[in-house]
């Protein structure tokens, strides 16, 4: 069963720099989301793409977040200047379409780690 | 906005217990509603969902219910397995944005 993928498991950086978070969906998925998770909190929705736009965000996703299909395959997260706050784990989402009736399929997240 | 808020925030019970968690929604244009279960570590999946047509649906050991008019829906677990144990969250959509609730976690004591 295809799967979506994300890359890296784990990254840590130092307080200021810029992370990339990339993702791979379901090939014959549409829709593309990023949800994030602070330990043991709730899943919280940041934005969703669709026809290489941004077609609904979050307050979370504020300046500093940035979102991006560079290619065919790879779906990005790029936090510009991390923040301590921004440590989370991030899971990028796929479906077929953007009506509520599909399941959103979950990549197994990216730990992000502000120092 | 969504609103989503989901009881108990813990659980216990014994293997072969059947085990219960309530949601609750504000947006009575929510129409989607599906269940992920989290195991430590590891991505959010789905293991049942319903839409607003309906009011029951099963899949083995677990069912969900919805009552649209008081914008409510549970989950059961029956027979529950040591290896139920995991975090469960619930979630309603609107439209593509799903809001979660801020889960339960269920541990099944053998």
């Known amino acids: 069963e295809p799967e979506v993928t994300q890359t890296p498991s784990h990254q840590v950086t130092q307080m200021g720099q810029e992370v990339i978070l990339r993702c791979v969906p379901i090939?014959?998925?549409?829709?593309f989301y990023w949800y994030r998770q602070i330990l043991g909190q709730k899943v919280e929705f940041l934005v969703s793409?669709?026809?290489?736009?941004?077609?609904?965000k979050s307050e979370i996703f504020d300046d500093q977040f940035s979102v991006e299909r560079p290619d065919g395959s790879n779906f990005t997260l790029k936090i510009r200047s991390t923040k301590l706050e921004d440590s989370a784990m991030y899971f990028c989402?796929?479906?077929?379409?953007?009506?509520?009736?599909?399941?959103?399929?979950f990549g197994p997240g990216t730990r992000l780690t502000v120092l | 906005g969504e609103n989503v808020e989901q009881h108990p925030s813990t659980l216990s019970v014994q293997e072969g217990d059947s085990a219960v968690i309530k949601c609750t929604y504000s947006?009575?244009?929510?129409?989607?509603f599906p269940w992920y279960k989290q195991e430590l570590g590891k991505r959010p999946q789905l293991i049942i969902d319903?839409?607003?047509?309906?009011g029951e649906k099963k899949d083995q050991r677990i069912a969900v219910t919805l009552n649209k008019t008081a914008k409510h829906f549970s989950l059961h677990i029956t027979e529950t397995q040591p290896e139920d144990s995991a975090v469960y969250f619930c979630a309603a959509s609107a439209n593509t944005p799903l809001v979660f609730g801020k889960g339960t976690r269920l541990s099944v004591i053998a």
């Open positions: 989402a796929s479906s077929e379409e953007a009506s509520s009736y599909n399941e959103q399929f």
């Open positions: 090939s014959n998925h549409l829709y």
């Open positions: 947006d009575s244009a929510s129409n989607y």
């Open positions: 793409f669709y026809n290489n736009e941004i077609s609904e």
């Open positions: 319903i839409r607003s047509n309906v």
